[in-house]
């Protein structure tokens, strides 16, 4: 069975502050996708981030970077300078890569980001 | 612009009643998905469907129904069987074609009382 497991249910920070939001999982999958999503208060996922299990190359996009460590089974995700505009709730996923349903996805339970300015 | 409609946004009904919840793609995308989202929760799987007039049961599909007669469409059903059935649907498809992921509609907030 696949778990996914986001320990940090609400993290506060100030604007400009860097945070990181942990994400741990578990699989017997050797061939998996990593994600995180995020979720604004108008409730619509939008995608961030796809990672092969292969590749642990750390990605880093703007002020968004990803880490990656397949020996911890973690899959953390850092805001640098973080904006008002980051307050959401951010999903981390698992799902199977050998299969044919890419989109069936395994959640954590999400973290509540919240920027104060 | 390609993408997935969930209509209506807010749907309110009467406990002991089915409701439907529309879905519709215009990615072309062979796979479509239901999930249910909970306060404070992740997000769970009901059904989805990898080809036209086939589906499969996730993990939580008791109370629920599905139908795929078209490709770009796969309603969801809350019958009456489903005890507590308040909470956020979001609607997703993938093209499974190695991208890996799902594309996610806006969703459906339905509240039964």
């Known amino acids: 069975a696949q778990k996914v497991t986001q320990a940090q249910t609400e993290i506060s920070v100030v604007e400009k502050e860097d945070v990181t939001l942990d994400c741990v999982y578990e699989t017997r999958d050797t061939t998996y996708y990593l994600f995180w999503y995020k979720q604004p208060p108008s409730g619509e996922l939008v995608f961030l981030i796809r990672?092969?299990?292969?590749?642990?190359q750390n990605e880093i996009s703007g002020r968004y970077s990803w880490n990656f460590q397949k020996s911890t089974s973690s899959f953390n995700f850092t805001i640098t300078a973080s904006q008002v505009v980051d307050s959401a709730v951010y999903f981390c996923a698992l799902a199977f890569a050998g299969g044919t349903s890419y989109g069936k996805l395994t959640f954590g339970q999400g973290t509540i980001l919240t920027v104060h300015p | 612009d390609g993408g997935i409609t969930q209509s209506p946004k807010y749907l309110f009904r009467k406990e002991g009643q089915n409701v439907t919840l529309s879905c519709e793609q215009n990615l072309n995308h062979d796979a479509m998905y239901w999930y249910r989202q909970d306060p404070g929760q992740g997000l769970r799987l009901i059904y989805y469907s990898q080809i036209v007039n086939d589906f499969q049961k996730g993990d939580i599909a008791e109370g629920y129904s599905v139908s795929r007669e078209k490709k770009e469409s796969f309603p969801l059903t809350v019958t009456s069987a489903q005890k507590n059935p308040t909470a956020f649907y979001l609607c997703?498809?993938?093209?499974?074609?190695?991208?890996?992921?799902?594309?996610f509609g806006p969703g459906t907030r339905l509240t039964v009382t």
């Open positions: 997703a498809s993938s093209d499974d074609r190695g991208h890996g992921g799902a594309h």
């Open positions: 990672r092969n299990s292969f590749d642990e």
